[in-house]
């Protein structure tokens, strides 16, 4: 897979999976031992600091660097239990009177003050946050679908529009793949869902309960969860490896679900 550093991970559906494999490939990434930053960017409606159970460490947000109100190290939290990681929240409304054209700047900061390898902007999915991200930060998108077809069709939507701003790689990641249905024939298949939406597949996660319940707890998904080898085989695609679609995740088999 073409490599890139910056991944904006997007979607104009909402509920999808954009945060879950935001975080999960993020700390996948971290696992491999490379240093990785996950921004939140889903300004006014912040969500990873709970999901990684680090909401009373945060001290400033990605508003505070943007409005210079801070330096951007004190904006960058530790992960426990993952050391290569660290962690951006989004502030709970923009700060007045900052035009949104500092955010790339913001961002160009953060990471330079956790001397990432990898950021991962996790994102709405729409709006002009997006478009300032993919204009002047991102170097490859994350596009999520799940088998829903107004899913599919969204990132398809997203995949053009993103495109339009700034012709960036995107990747397609299906999220909450149901692969007992798809071979049932209930919903789509894999390969109905990367021929509709027009985009090169980075990975599959599956329909994974485990994932859930690791948000509800505050705590990164098990590595060897289904979803967690997932999330695994993707960062090792980022980082140029050649990974199987379903590499061990047992049972599952790509022919069956396509
Ligand atoms: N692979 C999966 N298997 C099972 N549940 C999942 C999976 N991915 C995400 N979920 C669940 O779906 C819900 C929505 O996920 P998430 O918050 O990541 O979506 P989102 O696209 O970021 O939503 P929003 O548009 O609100 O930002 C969460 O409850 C999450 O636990
Ligand atoms: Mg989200």
């Not at 909402?14 to 490939?25: C, E, P, Q």
């Not at 999901?51 to 947000?61: A, K, P, Q, S």
């Not at 923009?94 to 054209?101: D, K, L, Q, Y």
């Amino acid at each position: 897979m073409e490599q890139f550093h910056r991944v904006i991970v997007s979607s104009a559906k909402g509920g999808i999976g954009k945060s879950t494999t935001a975080l999960g490939t993020a700390a996948a990434l971290a696992s491999l031992g490379h240093r990785t930053l996950l921004v939140d960017c889903d300004v006014g409606n912040r969500c990873l600091d709970l999901m990684l159970g680090v909401e009373d460490r945060i001290l400033c947000d990605l508003g505070d660097v943007a409005a210079e109100r801070c330096e951007p190290s004190a904006a960058v939290t530790a992960v426990p239990g993952r050391e290569a990681l660290r962690f951006c929240a989004a502030p709970y409304a923009w700060p007045e009177g900052v035009p949104i054209e500092r955010l790339p700047a913001a961002l160009d900061k953060l990471a330079e003050a956790s001397g990432a390898e990898f950021v991962f902007c996790d994102t709405a999915g729409s709006g002009e946050t997006v478009r300032r991200i993919v204009s002047d930060f991102a170097d490859g998108a994350f596009i999520l679908s799940t088998q829903q077809p107004a899913s599919i069709r969204s990132a398809e939507r997203t995949a053009q529009l993103l495109t339009s701003i700034r012709p960036i790689p995107c990747r397609l990641v299906i999220s909450c793949f149901d692969d007992r249905a798809a071979r049932r024939g209930k919903r789509a298949g894999l390969l109905e869902i990367i021929d509709r939406t027009h985009v090169r597949t980075a990975g599959v996660v599956p329909l994974d309960p485990v994932l859930m319940l690791a948000q509800e707890e505050g705590r990164i998904p098990d590595a060897d969860s289904r979803a967690g080898i997932a999330f695994r085989n993707i960062a090792r695609r980022l980082l140029g490896e050649d990974v199987r679609l379903f590499e061990g995740m047992g049972a599952l088999r790509a022919r069956r679900v396509l």
